[in-house]
């Protein structure tokens, strides 16, 4: 099977999903014209839906969730695709598809290699595609398993007890159950210098502990928050002998995390795993001034010929 996917009839529609809000602000302000592409933001909500559908889909067809393996619970599945499609794991797929090269962030270049950026422009184009491809859903499904697929590698050597944690949930647990201590959150949203939006999470509880966090992911930041939260307050309270029968405990806490340290190498079959195939948007190159004042419309010409068969 050819491993170039992505087909566009429509140049417009692709250049519309490699452009960045950003640029299209920077270039009304500095011609005082519409920018004639639009922006990706909209891209980027559908792609983000087209991958969660399809990301349950690919597991479903496989016989997942069920009893005897450690995805148990549509729950199950619910983490393990919360914990792998995420911006970061998107961003190292979309570098790989050098989608750096061609998203447009105006003259903020450096955002080229931010993994927000990165991951909304390759759900932008996934989107994109989808209305391209006159909501062709079995073409999409292809585009959008092979990119299942780099996903569930990138967890294989991870525990399912760790892919499956949720931080918030266990620390709200931890707390319900061993003390009478009520957490207090703050959330605080704003956009920085770039208009990229900045997630400030803060929590406190009691005096004990105070811990505050910063991150463009406000889920990502939560559970960092309340990753190191329970962390804390499992620490002070061992320390200060109020945790009841902590032997037991760390007992049972060792026992269910041992059975649970198969990985999703063992739970999937290994044809799933080893039948990647992605498709590179273009090969790496030095772009030379020249290619600097290309037009994007001049860009998305050239893509599209290197996306001929």
Known sequence: MNNRIFRFQNTNILAQALTNKIHELEYQSKKGIKYPYGNNEEFIVIGQMIFE????????????????????????????????????????????????????????????????????????????QYFDSGFDLEHIREISQSIIKELLDKGQNIPIAELKQNAKSSFLEFINNYTNLIPKVSVEWKKDDNQINVYKVQLELDSLINISKTGINKRQTEQLVYQEALRQIKSKMINQSKLPKINQIQKNIQEKQSSEQSTLIYELDNSIMNDTQYFQFLEQHEFSKSDVNESLGDKVEHLLEKLAF
């Open 53 to 128: 559908f399809y990301f349950s889909d690919y597991l479903i067809q496989r016989g997942y969730p069920n009893k005897d393996s450690q995805i148990k619970k549509p729950s199950d599945l619910v983490l393990l695709r919360q914990r792998l499609l995420n911006d970061k794991n998107l961003a190292e797929i979309a570098i790989q598809y050098n989608i750096h090269n061609f998203v447009q962030i105006g003259n903020q270049t450096a955002l080229k290699n931010n993994p927000k950026i990165l991951a909304e422009t390759l759900k932008s184009i996934v989107a994109a």
